[in-house]
């Protein structure tokens, strides 16, 4: 009955017989209440005969059917994207519906539905263009979008800036920030005009996370040291408890993460325990959602959930930092139930692209410290893990294949592959945006020369570009590493009295922010070169502690080079050992023999698993079989 009424209203209209914008209200309203799904062609059809009317020349007088019209081309691109195939043809309807309401918009047309349906159709719009992979054209739409939010409407305005402030930082080169920094700085104003303080330090904390993605950590860290004072004020005076602890736990997020870009494992401990607490109470408050009676505030920075993870993931970072890797482990496990509870509680919805990408983080932290304790089959099957979970997420390889050429490049190096490992060292300078990341393939990468003993001009080339008073990155654990380059280079080089005032320098940096691996390998260098200079007793007392240090974290590695050392001291005529051997948790030889036995049998089980092959994959997309048939660790 409804279809009968509708279609006559449609066709009187058409013959003439009636007129009046009542009329074509009634009729979009009858279209809109049809059941799509089982009317799609009819329903498609009288809103195209809809549209068409209204579309040609009115009498003079006659009111304006442009709200009517604006509305029949929204429904009518929401049914085809919804009932249909035609998603190119409801992508021409909304932007048809945009650009008819913003015409009228721009003529100064006062019907309040007009802005929401163009704010809506301009939104559905990018939308469909992000879906068929039109980044750019998505932008675009909704930067014409963005001008028709008004201070009526202050949820669009956020909604449609963060927006843009995510498709840009997807891959944020010069212009592009400056324009996010700019729509920040729009968006910081628009919310003191809103009234609205928890929206304010919202955008300046996310500016907080674009300047570190930039690398412009001078310039975050000024900002975070800025914007300490008013969170805390903002925390105390809150009313709305889950606008106070979000802010607050968005600030020591960011402030937990600069510290680790930086390096300072000491400085960040007693932020690290204010973040644990306040992801504690959060999790454990009876609220739920957002509480505001101001539209601007509907927005939260991650989900509850979220938080969790990302704490999870920066308390193991700190510890790896620290070289406790047994804590690492247990918060790396901790993490990953997280995970999997929430990938369980989406069930098989829409793939959660943040979450893939924590996931990915905290199994490439596992990695490295799976490599450091010497279980390098574990390492090799998580590799190929992060792929087959990256395979989930758009242009996995080409945003993040650098990260994974660099553990197959210390995977290689740590089963004696040199060639393989400068091959995917070679890999990640060639591709990689990451300034970091870049140095330390360098770093690792100088170490394969100098072992090689005859590249002593490639080492020195590589090494001026990682100068470490001429340091080219804010990370004092990078830093560390670059001296005690230099100062493995002096040493193989003979030039002994440069490499001890070289390991000073690594030793000032790392003490000073307890960077326990770098102290370690820097110890044991200073006692083979105390062993080799025949200070024998110097030798003994430097390379001890830094087993006890080593066994600490646990390193196998450094562990080896140790008791081997400990082994030649122990051999040499007069060198008077034994005094403080007792400390040691075995006697050199047996400790030298079982590390050996353990790093020997892991050697042999991964080099014969199949994801060992991947070490020869150093460029384009990933080989299918290790995405399909990778197993988990």
């Known amino acids: 009955l409804l279809l009968n009424r509708c279609m006559a209203l449609v066709a009187s209209g058409r013959s003439g017989t009636l007129s009046g914008s009542d009329l074509w209200g009634d009729a979009l309203l009858m279209i809109s209440q049809l059941d799509a799904n089982t009317n799609t062609r009819t329903v498609v059809h009288l809103y195209r005969a809809l549209i068409q009317h209204l579309s040609s020349p009115q009498p003079a007088g006659t009111p304006s059917h442009t709200p009517t019209l604006v509305y029949a081309h929204l429904r009518l691109a929401q049914v085809l994207q919804s009932y249909t195939r035609n998603q190119e043809l ?33 939104w559905r719009a990018h939308e469909l263009l992000l879906t068929s992979e039109e980044k750019q054209m998505a932008i675009n739409m909704l930067l014409d979008t963005f001008p028709i939010t008004n201070l009526q409407l202050p949820r669009w305005y956020f909604r449609i800036a963060l927006k843009i402030i995510k498709l840009k930082g997807c891959g944020l080169e010069g212009d592009q920030v400056e324009s996010i920094l700019e729509i920040l700085g729009s968006c910081e104003e628009f919310a003191l005009k809103v009234k609205s303080q928890y929206m304010h330090l919202l955008m300046r904390l996310v500016r907080v996370s674009i300047l570190l993605k930039c690398n412009h950590v001078t310039e975050a860290s000024t900002l975070i040291g800025q914007l300490q004072s008013q969170v805390d004020q903002y925390v105390r005076s809150c009313a709305n408890e889950f ?50 009676k101001n539209p601007a505030e509907q927005f939260q920075w991650l989900s509850t959930e979220h938080v969790c993870v990302l ?20 918060y790396t496990e901790k993490a990953l139930t997280q995970v999997e509870a929430i990938r369980s509680a989406d069930g098989a919805g829409q793939e959660d692209h943040l979450l893939a990408v924590m996931h990915i983080m905290i199994i490439y932290n596992s990695i490295q410290c799976d490599l450091v304790v010497g279980q390098k089959q574990h390492a090799i099957k998580n590799i190929c893990n992060t792929l087959r979970i990256g395979n989930r997420i758009p242009k996995f390889v080409s945003r993040y294949g650098p990260e994974i050429h660099m553990l197959l490049g210390l995977y290689s190096m740590t089963m004696n592959y040199m060639e393989k490992a400068e091959a995917q060292f070679q890999s990640v300078l060639t591709n990689s945006s990451n300034k970091d990341l870049s140095i330390f393939a360098a770093l690792n990468l100088s170490i394969i020369f100098l072992r090689t003993g005859n590249r002593q001009e490639e080492t020195s080339a590589i090494l001026a570009k990682v100068d470490p008073d001429n340091f080219p990155s804010s990370s004092e654990p990078l830093r560390a590493a670059a001296f005690f380059l230099r100062s493995l280079q002096a040493f193989h080089t003979s030039n002994f009295q440069d490499s001890k ?23 044991v260098l200073l006692g083979h070169v105390f062993l080799t200079n025949r200070s024998y007793k110097e030798c003994e007392q430097t390379i001890v502690p830094a087993v006890k240090l080593a066994n600490k974290i646990p390193d196998a590695h450094v562990k080896l080079w140790a008791a081997a050392l400990l082994q030649d001291l122990a051999k040499q005529p007069g060198a008077g050992v034994g005094s403080t051997f007792h400390q040691l948790p075995a006697p050199p030889d047996q400790m030298h023999s079982v590390v050996k036995q353990q790093l020997l049998a892991d050697f042999l089980t991964s080099s014969k698993l199949p994801e060992h092959d991947l070490i020869n994959w150093v460029d384009g997309p990933a080989p299918d079989k290790f995405i399909a048939s990778s197993s988990s660790s």
Do not use: W
């Open 243 to 292: 606008h106070a602890n979000h802010v607050k736990i968005h600030y020591l997020l960011l402030k937990m993460l600069l510290f680790i870009v930086q390096g300072k494992v000491k400085t960040s401990k007693a932020t690290l325990k204010q973040l644990q607490e306040a992801s504690k109470a959060v999790t454990q408050s009876s609220y739920e959602g957002i509480k505001s």
């Open 90 to 122: 409801a992508l021409q309807h909304y932007q048809k519906a945009f650009e008819i309401a913003k015409a009228a918009i721009n003529s100064d047309d006062q019907n309040p539905s007009l802005r929401e349906n163009a704010l809506v159709a301009g």
């Open 311 to 330: 704490v999870y993931l920066l308390t193991v970072l700190h510890h790896t930092s620290a070289g406790n890797l047994d804590k690492a482990k247990k």
């Open 501 to 523: 005032r070289f390991i000073r320098e690594t030793l000032k940096i790392s003490n000073e922010e307890d960077i326990t691996r770098v102290t370690t390998c820097s110890l």
